[in-house]
């Protein structure tokens, strides 16, 4: 297991360039597997070790056991432990997605507020696991990019069990001994992936008894099939690109094959959205026919006009009108774009107290220790940065608007409040970590009226 681990961290260089890893701790075998082992070989990869926890609150006492063991278990190893207790149950229903896509989302959440540049999150997935989601992607009717799996490395996120069986972690726990405990959930068949791990795979290894590591050979074949498609498309993508979409000629002289893929790529780039097949085939017939244009959601066209490609947001209201900067000042009113901003006069700091500011904290407060002659309100430039509250990192506005999937014809509507290229306040998005008033500062609020209907 020590081969298999070692090689995946140096071929995917897991922990180059970081000082901190946060392992995600469950308190199952293989997340304990994996902070035993990290916290046992940490000064050879020359990084701290830490864990965190995400409570679900979904299997009552056994999900507050779960919990009291991960923190003890980190107790016993000297090791820092974060951890949540989310409902995730009700917020599942009020995302209106199943509770194991919610309660990844959140896991996730969790991770990333954690985390800074020279940190990285470890979970403790498989082979196993990723042989049962090859398997229930396989189900669900999944192309190329479905036989990949579970990726070993995705933007933060490191997995360096990723070429383990589940029996070499059992084992490593039983020779260590290491301490788990069970999730009573995973020897049930309620959900899809247990149903894949308890009664599709034993007959698959009773046909084949290597069926799991033959589905992670595939899955790593199809990761470099992948990586070179992306890579081609990519390539095409980039010298196709034009002004305001991209070039027919350059369009028509790529390979059938990744045509389609180019176009994926561009819808996503100009409108933050992953196009239908049926919407993707009418674009490619009409860039083969030289015309045609396809509206791929409301007031948002994908159009052949002249040598060009064109990706078009079309509305049918008034026009937008240009927002002049003006120095921020207390106790004054704005009127923009059909909506208005209220800055309030300053409010005392004893208010901070109040059991009720918390949730209006994170999102339209701001400390008046910023105000000075150069903070402004305006709408964004190129080198704007943001630092989200509790997130410990800094962010360009345009990688923020991305991640948030704001639509790009909004981007430059968006009132900010900034100091040189930094940005205290964004309206719909809220305050920065700089901008937080502590208790022992005056602050001042912005309440925004009226709706934008795009």
Not at 204 to 220: F, H
Not at 318 to 327: D, G, I, N, Q, V
Not at 354 to 380: A, F
Request: aromatic share 6%; with cysteine.
């Amino acid at each position: 297991m020590f081969k298999e681990i070692e090689s995946a961290v140096s071929d995917h260089r897991m922990f180059d360039g970081k000082k901190r890893v946060i392992v995600a701790l469950s308190g199952g075998a293989d997340s304990m597997c994996l902070l035993h082992y990290l916290v046992s070989n940490c000064e050879r990869f020359g990084v701290s070790v830490c864990a965190a926890h995400l409570n679900h609150s979904l299997r009552g006492e056994e999900s507050e056991r779960d919990n009291v063991f991960a923190g003890e278990m980190c107790r016993k190893l000297g090791v820092e432990f974060f951890f949540k207790k989310c409902d995730i149950s009700s917020m599942a229903k009020e995302k209106k997605i199943g509770l194991e896509e919610c309660g990844r989302q959140e896991r996730y959440k969790f991770f990333d507020e954690l985390c800074d540049d020279e940190t990285v999150v470890a979970t403790a997935h498989t082979a196993s696991d990723n042989a049962e989601t090859i398997l229930l992607n396989i189900t669900r009717g999944c192309g190329i990019d479905g036989l990949v799996g579970i990726p070993p490395v995705r933007g933060n996120i490191v997995r360096p069990l990723i070429r383990c069986s589940r029996t070499q972690i059992e084992k490593y726990c039983e020779e260590n001994n290491v301490p788990f405990v069970t999730d009573s959930t995973n020897l049930t068949d309620e959900y899809n992936r247990n149903k894949i791990r308890l009664s599709v795979l034993p007959v698959l290894k009773k046909i084949n008894p290597s069926a799991e590591a033959s589905i992670n050979r595939l899955s790593e074949i199809a990761a470099e099939k992948v990586g070179f498609l992306n890579r081609s498309v990519n390539r095409e993508y980039l010298g196709c690109k034009t002004e305001k979409g991209l070039s027919l000629p350059g369009l028509q002289a790529c390979d059938e094959d990744i045509l389609p893929d180019v176009i994926i790529t561009a819808v996503r780039e100009h409108f933050f959205l992953t196009a239908e097949k049926k919407h993707i085939d009418l674009i490619v017939r009409a860039v083969r026919e030289g015309s045609g244009a396809v509206e791929i959601r409301k007031d948002k066209f994908v159009r052949v006009a002249g040598n060009e490609v064109v990706f078009e947001s079309v509305f049918h209201d008034a026009p937008r009108e240009k927002f002049e900067e003006r120095e921020l000042k207390l106790s004054s009113q704005i009127n923009y774009n059909r909506k208005k901003y209220i800055i309030s006069s300053r409010k005392p700091k004893s208010d901070l107290n109040s059991p009720k500011i918390n949730k209006k904290l994170l999102n339209k407060l701001l400390s008046c220790d910023i105000i000075s002659c150069d903070t402004v309100i305006r709408t964004r430039r190129s080198g704007d940065f943001f630092k989200p509250v509790s997130r410990n990192c800094t962010k360009t506005l345009k990688k923020l608007f991305t991640e948030m999937k704001i639509p790009s014809e909004k981007r430059n509507m968006l009132l900010l409040i900034a100091k040189g290229s930094e940005i205290l306040w964004i309206e719909g998005i809220g305050t920065s970590q700089t901008a937080i008033p502590k208790k022992d500062e005056d602050y001042f609020e912005i309440i925004v009226e009226g709706n934008d209907s795009e």
